[in-house]
């Protein structure tokens, strides 16, 4: 059987090993050498300049090498959470031309009546509460709030001043993703009377937050974007496996698409994934990014209502998929693991409970492409992963479909190619290569000499281990369509066709318990 080399696959004299991993087309230890990159902005303060890889050993680390404010060093901590032993990389985007910070104001009105406390979360930080006292100001409120939050400022991504009644938050990094800050106020008195001072948050819904009430409000007039195509250039020739992206929008989104499909092509074979973070209230929004994306690549984590920034989501759930939650493995221990009700906690907080999604909304959600957080059923006040999904929902001739759409079929057809690839570089480093011995009785005793027929041999017995580990299926069903022949134009090139069947998850089990007296 003479075997097409792939599509894509270019010729020259380079020695190669060039293996194209074809998706979509029809319990086991594993080597925890997963290398991530994060992409996100940094801050003056940051001694690592723009566009430039280099290895984060912790937050701290990453808060002298980007800035404490800075938006890498949120999305290191949310990783290093989950992940306090992971290794990861990161490389800082340039902030677009003349960007404008988005801006968050705490307008507190009237003297309070009573004793009390104000709390404040920005981002899911529970900040120390402010005492107010009997008789205290506005202003003397709104300055005690700004002292507590400048105490702060290392831990946030914003920083705050004061202006007689109000405080103003002001994003670190400039740019629209800043109008994701989220600030959270609780006026709550100290006996049964009422404090009665107020405070109003610009971008929440109800301006006037109350004795007792949760009000959440957000930055605005954030602007002018980032662009990560020279971050992107500057990873691209690294072997990363994930890149996980801070962006939101469109365009960067498609970079970062383009990116990991270019990076995987099979002369290239820096294999590799992207994680994004969602927080759209209208899940249309988060369904049409899905969908324009259609890669099975890359992964969208959508949380309606987050505390957490798109970035701080993409790093958490990128660390868990690696290394698991301590009771579901990561793909680190097992390629094919499952990981629906993955744990973020304690790095991915839960939205309040308007926010909640309904299952039609989850199921709505996964049909498009997109991965549903919800509150965590065993650790309250965080989230878990309801089921992973890359956005590939749809093949190339327009039809629905979802042969990628769990991850794992990635995960393990990208570990066939890495063992098949990593046997090759030795098995193969010092052969010659003849055609197929026409009598089976004489074949070539030379230890320099392999042929198709044997090289067919290799991959068959990779496979078979491979399904012993359980993360293939049918091996010897498929044996007969594993083929190997020498190129009809270049003969010093062996070419092989591997069909393979990744083993499928349990995602449902439907019984009937049926009451019979």
Request: net charge negative.
């Amino acid at each position: 059987m003479s075997v097409p080399l792939p599509s894509g696959y270019t010729s020259s004299l380079l020695p190669a090993i060039s293996i194209a991993v074809q998706l979509g087309v029809g319990a086991v230890p594993a080597s925890n050498d997963f290398r991530p990159v994060l992409l996100g902005n940094k801050v003056s303060a940051g001694l690592t300049p723009v566009e430039t890889v280099v290895e984060i050993y912790g937050p701290d680390d990453a808060a002298t090498k980007f800035g404490a404010r800075s938006e890498l060093t949120h999305m290191a901590r949310a990783w290093f959470k989950k992940a306090p032993r992971g290794r990861v990389w990161a490389c800082a985007v340039s902030e677009g031309d003349t960007p404008v910070a988005a801006t968050c104001t705490l307008l507190f009105a009237t003297t309070a009546a009573a004793a009390g406390v104000v709390r404040v979360r920005i981002n899911g930080v529970r900040l120390p509460e402010v005492a107010v006292a009997t008789g205290d100001t506005a202003a003397t409120i709104a300055s005690a709030v700004n002292t507590m939050i400048a105490a702060y400022d290392e831990e946030l991504p914003c920083t705050s001043g004061v202006s007689t009644a109000t405080v103003t938050l002001t994003a670190a990094n400039a740019g629209p993703r800043g109008n994701n800050l989220r600030v959270v106020v609780e006026i709550v008195p100290s006996g049964t009377s009422a404090v009665s001072t107020t405070v109003a948050l610009n971008g929440g819904s109800g301006a006037t937050k109350v004795d007792g009430y949760f009000g959440a409000g957000s930055a605005t007039a954030g602007s002018v974007a980032d662009s990560y195509a020279n971050a992107l250039a500057a990873i691209y020739a690294d072997s990363f496996d994930f890149v996980v992206a801070a962006c939101a929008d469109d365009t960067n989104r498609g970079l970062v698409s383009t990116h990991v499909t270019n990076a995987s092509a099979v002369n290239e074979g820096r294999r590799r994934a992207a994680f994004f973070g969602s927080i759209e209230s209208t899940l249309s929004t988060a369904q049409g990014d899905a969908t324009a994306l259609n890669n099975p690549r890359t992964e969208i984590k959508h949380l309606k209502g987050a505390h957490n920034t798109t970035g701080e989501i993409a790093a958490a759930n990128c660390a868990a998929h690696i290394y698991g939650d301590g009771a579901l493995p990561g793909i680190a221990q097992y390629r094919a693991a499952k990981q629906n009700g993955l744990q973020l906690a304690p790095a991915i907080y839960a939205p309040e409970v308007s926010d909640y999604l309904t299952s039609t909304q989850k199921a709505s959600l996964l049909a498009s492409g997109v991965t549903p957080l919800a509150p965590s059923r065993s650790n309250p006040g965080y989230a878990e992963v309801v089921r992973p999904v890359t956005t590939r929902t749809a093949a190339v001739s327009g039809a629905t479909s979802y042969a990628v759409i769990d991850p794992s079929k990635v995960r393990v057809a990208d570990e066939v190619a890495r063992r098949v690839e990593a046997f090759a570089s030795v098995a193969y480093a010092d052969k010659n290569l003849a055609p197929d011995p026409t009598d089976p009785d004489n074949t070539p005793s030379s230890p320099y000499v392999t042929w198709p027929a044997a090289i067919r041999e290799d991959i068959l017995a990779i496979l078979r281990q491979m399904e012993d580990e359980g993360l293939l299926v049918n091996v010897n069903a498929h044996a007969s369509d594993v083929a190997v022949s020498i190129d009809g134009t270049d003969n010093t090139v062996a070419v092989a066709v591997i069909p393979v069947a990744v083993i499928p998850h349990l995602h449902s089990f439907v019984a009937a318990v049926q009451q019979v007296a």
